[in-house]
């Protein structure tokens, strides 16, 4: 496996880094496909959420550029995004991967959406042939170890989640929810957590604003809230205490001038914008106004950090299960990678004995039966001595680090050719 990843994340960007290279749900397809096309990608994946951006690459044997996708991609001064990117390969790729899948990464430690948004991830590039082999096996052991660690640990116990963080930001600034009036901005999942741990914490009613009514009108009916038209937002949103806003907007959709005219309307009362959106929906200059108060996505990471200590211990329970899953995976896959040198060895030692019995039957002229017998056991023993000792290095080093160093060489010593290779040779010949 020649395994890359590269990404920005919450920890390894401040928000304004993250929404320049947010591609929406819309694009994903598209950009998959343009990755599994870049120069030495074999197999390829995107995942693009609201706290990272990570491109994930089954390469060809010289690896490929995906600092170079990342800048062919969104077109962008590689030196507004390049000192926050991470990048990994092989071994620790693998550990991210189980990482992310199993919200041992996210802001919030155990939240269960990001399980689903790997899957969503996962199902595109499927669907688009980017995924087949190599990132399949790998993806599918992903969703297997988020499973055992949610299983196995505590470390998911109770259900936080980022909207479930600002809902509790809200309550620590007014104290108490009861009363409150709620705008929700955006009807997706996110709205959709945000309004359930609304109600449960006394909120008065809930506005539902979405591009697309019925949604709206869905979401709002789960809660006994209103739906509003999307037209109308501007002209309705003052009525909210709380704005809770994630849509997918490419820009900001509240803007200075928005927040004057709430303010006016309300009479200076503060209002307050929990932002959950990236490209966030909230214009920063909106906090420079008296009375809003704005609070981004990485403005959660202090609500976040009193749900680290609680978590901790459960969270290094379920690192050492991540650890032994990658071990455990590198093994199968180097174990994987011996069976077809294997074959090939045996495949060339047969060829190499039946030439040598053809030669030689003119010679020997005609035999029996059990002198036919005989020359078939004595060259068989003699191959299976051959092949016995390499074969038996093979699979005991097929669990370690030499093992494709040991792949490379027998293949040379016994001139072996590689199946892909021979196989394009002989297309092209017919």
Sequence with gaps: M?????????????????????????????????LANHPGVDEGLILSTCNRV?????????????????????????AQYEPHLYEYREGEAIRHLFRVAASLDSMVVGEPQILGQVK????????????HSQLDLLLTRAF????????????????????????????????????????????????ELAARHLMAHGAA?????????????QLAGKFSGRAILFEQLYDTCDRADIVITSTGAPFAIFRREHGELFLSRRKNRPMFFIDIAVPRDVAPEMNDLDGIFVYDIDDLQQAVS????????????AEAIVQSEVERFQARVQTLDVVPTIVSLQDHL?????????????????????????????????????????????????????????????????????????????????
Excluded: W
């Design 120 to 131: 969503e991830a996962y199902a595109t590039a499927r669907a688009v042939g980017a995924v």
């Design 205 to 217: 009613s809930i506005f539902v604003a979405n591009r697309t009514y019925d949604r709206a009108a």
């Design 2 to 34: 020649n395994l890359q990843l590269i990404g920005v994340n919450h920890n390894s960007a401040p928000i304004e880094v993250r929404e320049r290279l947010a591609i929406p749900d819309s694009h994903l397809a598209d950009a998959i496909r343009r």
């Design 350 to 430: 047969e060829t190499i004995r039946q030439a040598e019995i053809d030669r030689v039957r003119a010679r020997l002229g005609p035999l029996s039966p059990d002198q036919e017998m005989a020359v078939e056991t004595l060259t068989r023993g003699i191959v299976n001595k051959i092949m016995h000792t390499p074969i038996s290095t093979l699979k005991t080093a097929a669990r370690e680090q030499e093992a494709t160093t040991l792949i490379d060489v027998v293949r040379r010593l016994f001139n072996l050719q590689d199946r892909k290779s021979a196989r394009s040779r002989d297309n092209s010949a017919s």
């Design 144 to 191: 297997a170890v988020a499973k055992r660690v949610r299983t196995e640990t505590a470390v998911g116990s109770s259900a936080v989640s980022v909207a479930s963080v600002a809902v509790e930001l809200a309550k620590k600034i007014f104290g108490s929810l009861h009363g409150k009036q709620v705008f929700l901005v955006g009807a997706g999942k996110m709205s």
């Design 306 to 317: 009193s749900h680290v200590a609680d978590r901790r211990r459960e969270a290094e329970r």
């Design 54 to 78: 990570e491109v994930l690459a089954q390469t060809e044997n010289g690896g490929a550029d995906l600092r170079r996708f990342l800048r062919d991609y969104f077109q962008l001064d590689p």
